[in-house]
């Protein structure tokens, strides 16, 4: 029998002679341990030095191996909101750590698999249980919770608009899903509520979709008073709050063009069409703003499908986009170097499907800028699928 265990403990991998030694011991009876323990002597293996080293990865990065206080000192309250810290033990267990408004979010993986989530309240009682974690002793929690049960009840990619309604959830249990998990394309941050305060949370963000259309309203008034200065800060709080709004930033350019500042007027335009690319799948209406035509407003209430181009039927793109063209094109003249307004009006083309304008406008920007990397990829691909 012992020599059945001799062989048993030889060919453990250090990781699984610690683990007898330590977490597991208790499962052992001591003639195992006792052979246990010669195996380890044998190996001069350290369980103390094999315990301190860990790994820990900020966010997406691949991250490398430090020791339980360097670990421990990553942890602290000035990490920047949502910002994520991947902490792994010695027995490849791993603590996920997520900085909220107020608080911590842990979720607790075994072995990669998702096991359970918890909060901290204060950094310091984050530290300690953590230590315990990492140094492979007994840690608990007093409340745990299975996230994948909890409930979105908004999503953006706005911080300053979900940390507005996270202030108005009070006490209710919330988190917020990064694109670091959702893997979301557009970047966007998924508000998660316990399933107790899914209807409470809604109906506290849908008064706050109430104060933003109170807003846009707002904002139309002034524009028909031609108050344009007080119009502006209504759109530049807008565009914060409502950063995928096309609308918002379509209008927030028509001001700054009048107002003469072309740049930012360049960079509200071109937002607006990169929001409104038929991917998207997304389109407003227009109305008017100030007496119609190119001033036109486009209205956020309203919404129709943008049809893409299949079956060799004409491109149907947004009405607003030819709007936008002659804005882009009115600064052009303003400003004949600025690369940004033919990368917009590239786009535009592409969008209309006249790929021979696209590239003329890409052959533009090489001529100011040659090595403008969006332009030369851009025209490659294009000058191919002519």
Excluded at 185 to 204: D, N, S, T, Y
Aim: hydrophobic fraction near 40%; aromatic fraction near 6%; charge should be negative.
């Amino acid at each position: 029998m012992s020599e059945q265990v001799i062989q048993q403990c030889a060919v453990m991998t250090d990781r699984e002679l610690v683990r007898t030694l330590t977490i597991d011991r208790e499962n052992f009876q001591e003639t195992f341990l006792v052979i246990a323990e010669s195996e380890r002597e044998k190996r001069a293996l350290s369980i103390e030095a094999f315990i301190d080293d860990v790994h820990l990865a900020l966010n997406d990065a691949e991250g490398a191996s430090c020791t339980i206080d360097q670990a421990l000192a990553k942890v602290h309250s000035d990490i920047s909101l949502w910002s994520i810290i991947t902490l792994t033990n010695c027995m490849e267990d791993a603590w996920v750590i997520q900085r909220e408004v107020s608080r911590w979010l842990v979720h607790h993986y075994v072995e990669e698999g998702y096991a359970t989530s918890f909060f901290f309240d204060a950094t310091e009682q984050l530290q300690s249980t953590l230590q315990r974690f990492l140094s492979l002793e007994l840690w608990t929690v007093e409340v745990s919770h299975d996230l994948n049960t909890w409930k979105p009840v908004f999503q953006s990619r706005s911080p300053a608009f979900l940390n507005k309604i996270i202030l108005e959830l009070g006490d209710i249990l919330h988190t917020v899903k990064t694109p670091l998990f959702s893997q979301d394309q557009k970047g966007q941050l998924v508000l998660l509520v316990h399933p107790e305060f899914e209807k409470q949370a809604q109906e506290i963000v849908a008064e706050n979709h109430t104060k933003i259309e109170q807003l846009y309203d707002r904002a139309e008034h002034l524009a028909e008073t031609e108050n344009a200065e007080r119009e502006l800060r209504i759109y530049d709080i807008l565009s914060e709050l409502v950063p995928d709004n096309l609308a918002v930033h379509y209008n927030r350019g028509n001001i700054l063009l009048e107002q003469e500042r072309l740049d930012e007027a360049t960079e509200s335009l071109i937002e607006a069409i990169v929001l409104g690319l038929p991917e998207i799948m997304d389109k407003v209406d227009l109305k008017p703003r100030r007496g119609g035509g190119v001033a036109g407003s486009v209205n956020p209430l309203l919404s129709l499908l943008v049809s893409s181009q299949t079956n060799n039927e004409p491109l149907r793109y947004p009405d607003y986009i030819d709007d936008v063209e002659i804005l882009l094109q009115r600064i052009r003249e303003q400003r004949p170097g600025n690369t940004r307004i033919l990368h917009g009006l590239a786009i535009i083309a592409e969008q209309k499907n006249d790929i021979a304008v696209a590239c003329q406008h890409y052959r533009d920007m090489l001529a100011i800028d040659p090595q403008n990397k969006a332009a030369q990829i851009h025209l490659t691909y294009l000058e191919q699928i002519q």
